[in-house]
């Protein structure tokens, strides 16, 4: 069947020529469907289905343009090619046809093919009027059985693309939904990001854990669970506005290399155990990093404080302990005001404002300390062996310096000495 070809995919816009594809060989996936349905991709990746030898295929075109090779699969004979601002699946036609490749995929809309040297659009299972509807159609309910992530793989790219479910399709992931577990525990995770990352993800999120499967992953949600998740893309547009800068750190990655959000970690405190110990175990099954597990332990541990934190002291140890957690924190308190205590969130948010106002301001010595005097330096001037007491010197000289009762290096020392001979 050849249909309308959208001209994004042409391959003047690939980061490769075409001439190094094998005739045939056909584009498929997530690039095909977005582009027919005049989506807009932030990263370029291309999934190709190569009858012939797709690893050959793939190691030529790394050779060629100087860019990365890995070797994905090499049972199923799978390879990336990594190029700068692209990468590039090559896979190896499962069975002895395009048709048939096609037909043990997930869902319709991700079965379309297009051949880049014919510029035809191939469609076997009207994945196309499928993408017109807005529906995920699965293919086939043992294709789900085969691999079931793709029972999770349906609520992530409803959630993205803004479709809704097929009631069968929906039927079968429910039937099936226990079968997620013998998925790898990374891969559901990754999808979990996806969920959590897109705008409407709480809501499927939400049915999701109706149709059966978060219960594993998340044991201990209630109901409430899922109504502060549902809130937190709202409290945290609520802080944006009121302190912009928060709004950018709320949409910055943990780590470079841990490309969560710390509004992603929020939501992830919405779905675990209240006891922090608990949490850490729920989510190193989900192989979580260390980075995120800490970050999530963390807000779950402080968020209660935000509100008692009434002395300097107090706030002191809540800024010490939160670090970069803050913002994440400061969303979990409103949302959890908001929704235990039914305040409006413009009330809730001027209860937060001195704490706030004190994170945002780089010379606040509350929430950033500098020291009046350097550990090395306390144990010479009182001729002290390192220990864990000189810590707690110098936090008592931070907490007695933002009392304003030392000011200079000489007070901050003579301060320390008092306390040790009290
Ligand atoms: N568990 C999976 C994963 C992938 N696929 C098939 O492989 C294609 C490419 O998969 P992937 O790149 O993981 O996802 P996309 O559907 O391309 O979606 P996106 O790129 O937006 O994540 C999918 O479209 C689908 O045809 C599948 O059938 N089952």
Redesign the pocket.
């Known amino acids: 069947m050849s249909g309308f070809v959208p001209s994004t995919l042409a391959s003047e816009n690939w980061p490769f020529s075409l001439e190094w594809l094998p005739q045939p060989a056909y584009m ?7 582009a027919m349905l005049g989506r807009s ?1 932030e990263y370029l ?1 291309l ?1 190709f289905v190569i009858p012939s030898d797709a690893v050959k295929v793939a190691r030529t075109i790394a050779h060629r343009y100087q860019a990365g090779f890995v070797l994905l699969d090499p049972v199923r004979r799978i390879a990336r090619v990594v190029f700068p601002q692209a990468t590039a ?1 090559f ?1 190896q036609q499962e069975g002895d046809s395009l048709e048939t490749d ?1 037909h ?4 319709t ?3 379309i093919a297009y051949n880049p040297h014919t510029q035809e659009i191939i469609d076997p299972l009207n994945g196309y009027a499928d993408l017109q509807a807005g529906v995920l159609r699965m293919i086939a309910k043992a ?1 789900l059985k085969d ?1 079931p ?2 029972l999770l ?1 349906a609520y ?2 409803a959630a ?1 693309l803004g479709f809704t479910i097929e009631p069968t399709t929906q039927a079968a992931i429910r039937d099936l939904a226990s079968h997620l577990c013998q998925v790898a525990a990374e ?1 559901v995770r990754v999808e979990i990001g ?1 969920l959590l990352a897109s705008p409407q993800g709480h809501t499927w999120m939400a049915i999701a854990e109706n149709d059966g499967l978060l219960k594993q992953f998340f044991p201990n949600t209630t109901p409430e669970s899922f109504r502060k998740l549902a809130v937190v893309d709202e409290v945290a547009d609520l802080l944006a506005k009121q302190w912009p800068q928060l709004g950018v750190e709320l949409q910055g990655y943990v780590r470079e290399t841990v490309k969560t959000t710390w509004l992603s970690i929020a939501k992830l405190a919405c779905l675990v155990h209240p006891d922090p110990s608990v949490a850490e175990i729920e989510l190193q099954k989900l192989t979580y990093s260390r980075a995120e597990i800490r970050a999530v332990t963390t807000a779950v541990k402080l968020f209660p404080q935000l509100k008692t934190a009434n002395t300097l002291r107090e706030q002191y140890f809540v800024f010490q302990e939160a670090g970069m957690v803050f913002a994440a924190i400061a969303v979990l308190a409103l949302v959890q005001d908001i929704l235990v205590e039914a305040m409006s969130g413009d009330n809730r948010l001027s209860a937060y404002s001195p704490l706030i106002t004190r994170y945002l301001n780089p010379d606040d010595l509350v929430a950033h300390p500098t020291q009046l005097v350097s550990g090395k330096n306390l144990m010479i001037a009182l001729d002290l062996p390192p220990s864990p007491l000189v810590g707690e010197l110098l936090t008592e000289i931070a907490i007695a310096r933002i009392e304003g009762k030392v000011t200079t290096t000489e007070a901050a020392i003579a301060f320390a000495r008092q306390l040790l001979e009290g």
Do not use: E
Not at 28 to 34: E, S, T, Y
Not at 104 to 107: A, I, S
């Open positions: 498929v996936g997530g690039a095909v469907r977005d991709r990746d999934d699946d896979a096609l043990r995929r997930d869902f809309v991700n079965a294709n691999d992530l793709r793989r992530r790219q993205q891969r996806y």
